[in-house]
């Protein structure tokens, strides 16, 4: 999976970066505001993030390197061992530790009401029950905490597949209650932005922003991009500025949903 940080990559994961950085600066402002909450919080300006279903550290390992100490809960140990490596080459392995687990089992090895920020990204999409995942997570925040989610948008998955010229599958993607275009399909379930920000809603959040991810990247042939020397910070901007349009939800290849807890 892709670094943030890695230009060609930052294609995959620019727009979530962003707005996250943005909300871990706006938590950290709040929590210094905030009177002393008792044991368990740390020091002023670090905040403890929840990755659920964080996996190699995509996330996790960049947001280490903010300062914050991440908390990642994934069942793969493949992925969990791929995330201690990228953790120790970033040089942030004190602040990454990676818990084998579930969404589902989530306190079994994560602290209920612990964290300032929950991150679950690209994992409502492989869970049994998205709903109870998504409560899971939100039960892990602190009062006021911040949610992260992302999830596979099923707009950009029927575009996607009619471009390349599977239609039939386009529109099967387009019947199909989760979103599937066929039994090939590799993501075993898909979102519209109402969907998502009702599943969110109906967790407890209330939601403060949604973003498209991901309008055109998957899109626009590799070659246009990485033949003309500003394309790719110029498609950056490009996604950056659609991201925040409603309109072009609906085809974006992923969905994000910033959300707060009373
Ligand atoms: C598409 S990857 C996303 C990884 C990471 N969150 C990111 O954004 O790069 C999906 C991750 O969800 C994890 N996963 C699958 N089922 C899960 C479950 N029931 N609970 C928690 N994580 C799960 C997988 O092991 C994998 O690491």
Known sequence: MSDPLRPRASLRTAVVWEVLKDALDRRVKAVGQAPAQGAGEGAPGVLDVLDTGGGSGNFAVPVARLGHRVTVVDPSPNALFALERRAAEAGVADRVRGIQGDAHGLFDVAERGGYDVVLCHGVLEYVDDPAEGLRNAVAALRPAGTLSVLAAGLGGAVLARALAGHFTEARQALADPAGRWGAGDPVPRRFTSEQLTALVEAAGLEVGAVHGVRVFADLVPGVLVDTE???????????????????FHAVATQLHVLAERD
Do not use: I, R, T
């Open 229 to 247: 020397p500003d394309a790719l910070e110029a498609l950056l901007q490009l996604e950056a500025a659609a991201a925040e349009l409603p309109a």
